[in-house]
């Protein structure tokens, strides 16, 4: 409190469990949510890897003015550097790693794996690599960065709520029919 204080920062409490007291913040968890939802169903991936998602979603927003601030973005306030938004790729696209001791010249040179940002503690870029179950760090890859592989098949009953529909499409009941193939 008293470094707050000090700096001429306010402090406020708010009742918990009342996020209609904190409604900026909130705002701002549900539209980052939302971008990581969306961009974790573009790529295919299943729920258990939400939280790369959603701190990339949180990245590329800070990389963007905001409306209270058109002329700067939350970076540029922070680090006074503009972003550099040259090597970002697209979360969960097709990426070969470069495999650093292959057997022979003859062998392949690049694991197939998929994207999934950037780490918080070292230089680099991280991969999942589905033939090994394992999330490793490399500097050297090359991106496809209009494919998305995935994990699995297409899902036919997983429904997306648009960010515009609020929760008037969640509360709507979910109608599946299970026909039979004909062809």
Known sequence: EAVLHKHGVPQSYISPDTPRQNS??????????????RTRVQANLPPS???????????IGNYFPTKSRPQSSPHFDF???RANV???????????VKIWNPSSKMHEQ??????????????GYMFYSP????????????FVEDEFPGLSG??????????????????MPRVFTDAPDLT
């Open 24 to 37: 900026i913040a909130e705002r701002q968890w549900r539209t980052h949510a939302d971008r990581a939802r």
């Open 49 to 59: 890897f939400w939280w790369y998602f959603f701190k990339n979603a949180c990245e």
């Open 79 to 81: 680090t006074g550097v």
């Open 86 to 96: 040259g090597n970002v790729r697209p979360i969960g696209c097709l990426a070969y």
């Open 110 to 123: 690049g694991e197939r794996s998929i994207y999934l940002g950037q780490p918080e503690d070292q230089l």
């Open 131 to 142: 033939s090994t179950n394992k999330i490793r760090v490399s500097v050297m890859a090359d």
């Open 154 to 171: 297409p899902r036919e009953h997983e429904t997306i709520n648009p960010s515009f529909a609020g929760d008037a499409v969640a509360a």
